[in-house]
């Protein structure tokens, strides 16, 4: 299973463009890169998913370089409500299903 | 269904008593998967399932725990013997095939007294 690492936390102000670096060098072939949004009291999110390249959705984008060995969540302008806990996670999508490591993921605190 | 659900959403028991944790996942979805979550931690992957089969189990702590999928829609944790160091957030997942886009339920907050 490749390991990710990230940071154990990162602050912002409202408004401000936010990106959260995961590296996972081991990442394999078949692997995808998903990241999840949890809020306290509540389970994770799915936030965005993506291979290579740059995938972007309604909530955020994701920057994936060409040897994959990390990947930058990008949320702009955030707000308060975005103060949350994310996770990198990598793992292979074909497989139907795959054995999900989590991690301790990035506190991110948006301050007024 | 709308969503995961799980049941029940609290858990008090006393040591040594054993629990079943129910989880029912989105209509169709292939995987169901379990976590344990500690307060302040990320969640630990306890073990996973496609349809009724049990893919990996290799995230149980021990034997007191073990999980089935009879049908392969509805899935129970089941927990023998409880300790107090049992008690966590358990949570359960769920997802289409193909995608593996997970959709957590809102989880079962157990308590060993």
């Known amino acids: 299973l490749a390991k990710t690492t990230q940071p154990i936390s990162m602050d912002s102000y409202e408004g401000q463009e936010v990106n959260i670096t995961c590296s996972h060098n081991n990442i394999a072939t078949n692997d995808y890169i998903t990241w999840y949004q949890q809020f306290p009291s509540q389970g994770p999110r799915f936030i965005i998913q993506g291979y290579k390249t740059k995938v972007t959705n309604e909530v955020a984008s994701l920057f994936i370089p060409a040897d994959r060995k990390s990947s930058t969540l990008s949320l702009p302008r955030v707000s308060l409500s975005d103060t949350a806990v994310y996770y990198c996670l990598v793992g292979d999508m074909n497989t139907g299903g795959f054995k999900t490591i989590f991690g301790a993921g990035t506190r991110l605190f948006v301050k007024a | 269904g709308a969503g995961v659900s799980q049941s029940p959403r609290y858990k008090v028991t006393k040591r040594g008593q054993d629990v079943a944790l129910r989880c029912d996942p989105i209509s169709g979805h292939v995987s169901l998967y379990w976590y344990r979550q500690a307060l302040g931690q990320g969640p630990e992957f306890l073990t996973y399932f496609n349809y009724e089969a049990q893919q990996d189990k290799s995230g149980l702590p021990n034997d007191r725990f073990s999980a089935e999928r009879p049908e392969g829609s509805i899935s129970t944790l089941t927990i023998q013997r409880t300790e107090q160091r049992d008690s966590a957030m358990y949570r359960c997942?769920?997802?289409?095939?193909?995608?593996?886009?997970?959709?957590f339920g809102p989880g079962t907050r157990l308590t060993v007294l």
């Open positions: 997942a769920s997802s289409s095939p193909n995608t593996d886009t997970q959709y």
